[in-house]
Structures are given as structure tokens and as C-alpha cells.
């Protein structure tokens, strides 16, 4: 089991900057995959980045150029720059101990982009 806690999420204003953080405990080996998705309201999840063990990253491109994922061990950050409204969601953290296995998720943690 792999328990997940979000923090970091808050309101901001439009051009805003936030910094999300997200502790893996419950695995005492580097998760091969850690990342952070978000779901807005009437919408579906969506992924937003992935690191992996071995410091690759993949970004939905929509992403690109303004939120940075980045992680010391089992625990995976995100800073998000030049925040818009349309960025207002909860914000989940996801990890993958191993490839191909179970993905657990944290909570969630609110990011609010007023305009």
C-alpha cells in the first residue's frame, strides 16, 4: 500500500504562481512513476505530468512551458507558473510503484485561478 498527501493547492490570481506537493510513505523502494492529474468541474481527469524513477517527464502539452514536475525520491512536486482560470481544478497526485501495477492516488488539493 502507498498513501499519498497533497498539499500545496490554494487560491491565486490570474498570472499567479502555486507549488503543489505530494509524500509517498508506505514504499520503502522509488516508485517507478509518480505524476499529478487534475479534474475540473463537469470535466473528465486529465493527466497534467508524470515523472519517472529515472527523471524522465511527460507533460500534456497544454502544459508545457508553464508547470514543471519535478521529485526527490517519493515525493513529486509540481510549480505552476502563469496560472489561468481555465488551470482552476483539484489536483491530484497518482504513483506507480512498479511498471504495469496498481496506480494509488492521493486526495486531491484544490487550485482556484480567480481572474
Known amino acids: 500500500q502507498v498513501q499519498l498527501v497533497e498539499s500545496g493547492g490554494g487560491l491565486v490570481q490570474t498570472g499567479g504562481s502555486l507549488r503543489l506537493s505530494c509524500a509517498a510513505s508506505?514504499?520503502?523502494?522509488?516508485?517507478?512513476?509518480m505524476g499529478w492529474h487534475r479534474q475540473a468541474p463537469g470535466k473528465e481527469r486529465e493527466l497534467v505530468a508524470r515523472i519517472y524513477s529515472a527523471g524522465s517527464t511527460n507533460y500534456a502539452d497544454s502544459r508545457k512551458g508553464r508547470f514543471t514536475i519535478s521529485r526527490d525520491k517519493n515525493t513529486v512536486y509540481l510549480e505552476m507558473n502563469k496560472l489561468k482560470p481555465e488551470d482552476t481544478a483539484v489536483y491530484y497526485c497518482?504513483?506507480?510503484?512498479?511498471?504495469?501495477?496498481?496506480?494509488?492516488w492521493g486526495q486531491g488539493t484544490q487550485v482556484t485561478v480567480s481572474a
Open positions: 508506505g514504499s520503502i523502494f522509488t516508485l517507478h512513476a
Open positions: 497518482a504513483a506507480r510503484p512498479s511498471i504495469g501495477g496498481v496506480e494509488y
